[in-house]
């Protein structure tokens, strides 16, 4: 199976779009969404084409290929436009090894959740990445919409055992390691 992994949309259409569209040509199975899906955060300057309700139509689109991860900027009423859940974390299987996932408001390569397996995938810092600590690969997907300490507009595919770091916009590879 196919993952492709992304975080903080933080309400912008246009990359909402872009995700589902690398989506679709990675030919993925599924789209996890690491939190951060429709507000911008007060810290946060306004993304391109801030539209949450835009982003609620793209992504209610493709429900049956979602799985959403609950961030820190996402409240229970973010649920009311959404046709799919929130859940605070996940935990998947691929090729054998255990890949643990989660916003990264709780967890991060500094604080690793217990038994995260052999793979920890975050966001919540905006800044894309991919490295060993210790026997777990740690990696963050970054932000799709509003990368932070000049990093790429990016989102990670898992597959058969290994993480790919992708910029969002030109599709291409930053980073690549095997689990």
């Known amino acids: ?9 933080h309400g912008s259409r246009v990359y909402a779009q872009r995700v589902v569209q690398r989506f679709e ?3 993925a199975d599924k789209l996890i969404l690491l939190g951060d899906i429709y507000n911008h955060g007060p810290r946060n300057p306004l993304p391109e084409c801030y539209d949450p309700m835009g982003v609620a139509k793209v992504l209610n689109a493709m429900t049956d290929k979602l799985l959403v991860i609950k ?4 409240s229970d ?11 605070s974390e996940a ?5 054998g090894k255990q890949v643990f996932l989660q916003h990264g408001d709780r967890y991060s390569i500094d604080s690793l959740p ?3 397996g052999d793979a920890f995938i975050y966001g919540h810092y905006h800044t894309g990445f991919i490295q060993r600590k210790g ?12 990368p932070k300490n000049d990093t790429a507009h990016s989102y990670i595919v898992l ?8 910029d969002v916009v030109s599709g291409e590879e930053i980073a690549r390691e095997k689990i």
């Open 25 to 27: 040509e990675e030919k």
């Open 114 to 116: 217990k038994n995260c």
């Open 159 to 166: 597959e058969k055992g290994e993480l790919v770091l992708k």
């Open 71 to 74: 961030g820190n900027c996402d």
């Open 1 to 9: 199976m196919k993952f492709l992994i992304a975080s903080d949309i």
């Open 135 to 146: 026997s777990v690969l740690v990696a963050n997907c970054g932000s799709v919409s509003l």
């Open 91 to 95: 935990v998947l299987v691929d090729c």
């Open 77 to 87: 009423v973010d649920t009311m436009i959404s046709d799919f859940e929130f859940v």
